[in-house]
């Protein structure tokens, strides 16, 4: 069997990594040729051309507008992503290791996550006002479920057998929780983590759509207020970018943490 020098990649693998990005651009560059051509001979004052949106996207987006709208945005995004994963895989972690406190919980739970998060934001502009604490812990209400329902079943999924091998070595308490518990959640831990990163950027701009003064939602609704359709546009151009980018900095983190059972699932798919 033929071995890789150290520092060297195999002889297949750049050519994996070049399709995987063809395959992955294919789609939204066949979207944008599509756009451009659909949009080309367009007069509808509310559907402009491609061509004009993307003319129009240099002269709005500076460098200052970045800053002044672009990273509050993403600082409460983060703020709120960040107190969502560390309360709903603390509470899941709790609620899927005992028994009696999932029994107790379940139901109040049910009916929590069944409230839509955007009919919040008013309730929660009378408790939090209308700062910025208001957004964080908008997203904040949103991101935490699909984080903590993961959590619960990951928790409960865990192998007994394992379990209780952990124990008769005297693994038990914190030990257990850091050595089997989470890491044997986590892929679903991070499922989880997946789609509420998806829910906070929707409740990102939900909630700067109420008595914001920055970011990104509201400038898209000062843009379409002032029917500067083009300038709108390009916000929504901008939201899309955002989390494109944002979806692969996650996969990188995944990949990178989870490396451990991708590598497992890839040797399974090839054993007999």
Sequence with gaps: MSEVPVGRTRPGTWRRVV????????????LVVLWWFASDDSTDVYWPPLRTILKTFPDVWTGERLR???????????????????????????????????????????????IPPPV???VIMLFAGIGDGMKVAVIASGCVWPILLNTVEGVRAVDSVMTETARSYGITG????????????????????RQ?????????????????????????????????????????????LLGFVLSVVFQLIERRVLG?????????????
């Design 196 to 240: 509420a990163l998806s829910i906070g950027i929707i409740l990102m701009v939900i909630s700067e759509m109420f008595a914001a003064s920055n970011g990104l939602g509201f400038t898209v609704v000062q843009f379409q207020r002032g029917f500067a359709i083009p300038d709108m546009w390009t916000g929504i151009l901008v939201l899309g």
């Design 260 to 272: 451990w059972y991708h590598g497992l699932r890839a040797s399974s798919r090839r054993s007999p």
């Design 120 to 122: 919040l934001v008013p």
């Design 174 to 193: 914190v030990a257990e929780l850091r050595a089997l518990v989470l890491p044997a959640a986590s892929p679903q831990i991070f499922a989880g983590l």
């Design 68 to 114: 002044g709208d672009l990273r509050p945005s993403l600082l409460r995004l983060l703020g709120g992503y960040t107190a969502a994963a560390v309360a709903g895989v603390a509470l899941g972690t709790l609620i899927g290791s005992y028994r009696r406190v999932r029994a107790v919980c379940e139901p109040v739970l049910e009916f929590l996550r069944a």
């Design 19 to 30: 399709l995987r990005l063809l395959y992955a651009a294919a789609l939204p560059v066949l």
